[in-house]
């Protein structure tokens, strides 16, 4: 009976592990869009789209309304994330009320996936088409990672997740890393290839579509589904996320590290989708500098995550992240004093931002983990995800407000030092060993 027992626990750790593998590839499928799309490509391309469609006096009409072409991208990536709050809660209550998750995650990716795919058609004045576009693939990519954030406290027991979590963020990084290196051959060698350099950022950014498509089947092909009662198969999103938040209220320190996480998160969201603008317009740098620059930001965010996962494991989630706050808020004072021309400067800074980015987001991930009461991770996780990509509509808003009012997108990037000051304070205020427990989870012995 004891080798019987021990032979099924060997089969569910084998199969626990086939899941973390599938889970990590999800983030190695999506990854792919925020750095080549989000983060190089589209800002400073659909920037430019917009500015060849302005009037006299740099302003773009959409809806009527005049916008300055230059913070055009910030505002539709402003949209997008309100688009997906409407969204995210819809899928997280019928992920959990189903428990039928991984046709919502298909959906959501092909969606996405389709969307940026499409931008492939993104010429000429069409900057309305390539925001159309932003706003559906960037509200996918945000409904999808509530599903696939919600798989984590079901396929790691609490002593695994700050690792699980961290490997998935490296698994990411790592897939930027190589498609950005494909896309600085091409985009550096589009003659050699007979292509236009507008032909092949296109090329660059539908082939991120294409990636994510792809490998999004190795996902939907390990995870799997767990059943839930007849009773819970009805879906009320808005009335779930209600009865979610007034949960909640019950565990107010699980709110409040949320209501920090949701402050410095805004600021490190808007660098992720603003850092291109701000190197290519106020600094005057190449597209290949770009390029480069944020492919060491994939290279050191894998060695980042791992890196920070293992001083998790030594001095704690809480406080690592809290350095990591403390790292963001110098690296951009910094970026504010950077001058123009002057590439490897704006090379040492994607550094260190390469070092802090993929270790802040990771244990964020899985600290929050800890907090979400046993069955009710999908809908705690939507509350999270609004916070990580749904709630990160601030910070674009008031970048392209700055610019709009002042066109320096210096005064746009040094307004963003507020969100990690103050989310360090909200961090530091959270008793997170208290509220562990107050979730109903086990306390690891560091956390």
Known sequence: MGSDTVRAGQAGDADRRREQRGWYFYDWACSVYSTSVLTV??????????ESAADADGFVHPLGIPVRAGSFFAYCVSASVIVAIVLMPVAGAAADRTGRKKPLLAAAAYVGAGATTGLFFLDGHRYLLGGLLLVVANASV????????SYLPQIAPPEERDAVSSRGWAFGYAAGSLVLVANLVLFTAHDSFGVSESTAVRICLASAGLWWGLFTLVPLKRLRDRR?????????GWRQLASTIRDMRGKP???SFLLAYLVYNDGIQTVISQASVYGSRELGLSQSTLITAVLMVQVLAVAGALGMGRLARRYGAKRTILGSLAAWAVILAAGYFLPAGAPMWFFVLAAGIGLVLGGSQALSRSLFSHLVPPGKEAEYFSAYEMSDRGMSWLGPLLFGITYQLTGSYRDAII???AFFAIGFVLLARVPVRRAIGDA??????RI
Do not use: C, E, I
Not at 440 to 445: I, K
């Open 440 to 445: 109903g989870n086990p306390v690891p012995d």
């Open 228 to 236: 839930t009662t007849p009773a819970a198969a009805r879906v009320h």
């Open 41 to 50: 490509f589209l800002g400073p391309y659909l920037t430019a789209v917009a």
């Open 142 to 149: 945000a409904v999808s990672m509530v599903l696939y954030n």
């Open 253 to 255: 320190l699980t709110l």
């Open 415 to 417: 307004s963003l030092v």
